[in-house]
């Protein structure tokens, strides 16, 4: 029950909150300032079960960040001479020890954690070691595949990112256009799983069969929508197109030579005209 999401009763009420039935008749504290309005005895609340900062089971009606079992991203609150402490969304912060910690934590940055219950203490922490809880999990993607992302840590390549809370992969820095951050979760394909199955992501459909009707499918509704021209051609920025399409300069190059040839638009210097 620790670290998830229960449906109690009420068996108690005092001044300083109720007391909620748990398993094996155990009664739980909800404090005060969680107790909805006109909580009577027997009615059932929706709570979450964790430890304070004195190690006793209590409940709360605040949605953490994440739950036992769960990945999330969390800014570091601060750093202490035992680990780092994240802001979960709790009254208490959660801790990433030392020993789960593969380069140290700094204060004010996020990072992409794993929350589970410590066999050893009872308590819930999380560990920053994401692979090491992934290792074991067995996957089956191939490319082209669409899949769920949450964007963790960046480094010198790009961003790595969680494939739908079972794999890890990478998006390479120089196809990601427009504003990408840490924390933000995603549609995305699978472009390549190397030899060694790491995983190469990217945050545009692959292929020129599926992916160009669609995103030229786009720009004419763009164009009809923007009066049938576009400030855009084949030597617009990349940053430009993605600003106004969201998509990548070479999948938009693809795209307008289609409409070209099915002489659906023209290209001129200015931009691109809709064909009327």
Do not use: C
């Amino acid at each position: 029950m620790i670290g998830q999401y229960a449906e109690l009763k009420v068996a108690k009420l005092v001044d300083f909150g109720v007391f909620l039935e748990g398993e094996d008749e155990a009664l739980i504290l909800l404090p005060n300032q969680y107790v909805p309005p006109k909580t009577q005895l027997d009615d059932t609340i929706k709570v979450f079960i964790y430890r304070d900062s004195e190690d006793r089971i209590i409940a709360t009606t605040l949605t953490p960040n994440a739950t036992v079992g769960e990945f999330a991203v969390m800014k570091v609150k601060s750093v202490t001479n035992i680990g780092a402490f994240l802001d979960w969304g709790l009254a208490k912060d959660l801790l990433v020890p030392f020993s789960e910690q593969r380069e140290k934590l700094q204060e004010g940055l996020s990072y992409l954690v794993y929350v589970y219950l410590d066999s050893s203490t009872g308590r819930i922490v999380a560990t920053a070691k994401v692979d090491k809880i992934l290792k074991d999990v067995e996957v089956s993607y191939a490319e082209g595949d669409e899949v769920d992302i949450l964007v963790g840590k960046r480094n010198d390549l790009g961003f790595q990112a969680l494939i739908n809370d079972d794999a890890l992969g990478i998006i390479y820095k120089n196809e990601v256009f427009g504003h990408l951050k840490i924390g933000d979760k995603r549609k995305a394909y699978i472009k390549k799983i190397r030899p060694d199955g790491k995983i190469d992501i990217s945050l545009q459909e692959q292929g020129y069969q599926n992916e160009v009707p669609k995103l030229g499918q786009q720009i004419l509704d763009m164009l009809k929508d923007e009066e049938g021209f576009l400030p855009l051609n084949d030597k617009s920025s990349p940053e430009d197109i993605y600003y106004l399409l969201k998509m990548s300069k070479k999948n938009f190059k693809k795209s307008i030579g289609l409409l070209y040839k099915q002489r659906l638009i023209t290209i001129e210097e200015a931009g691109i005209y809709l064909v009327q």
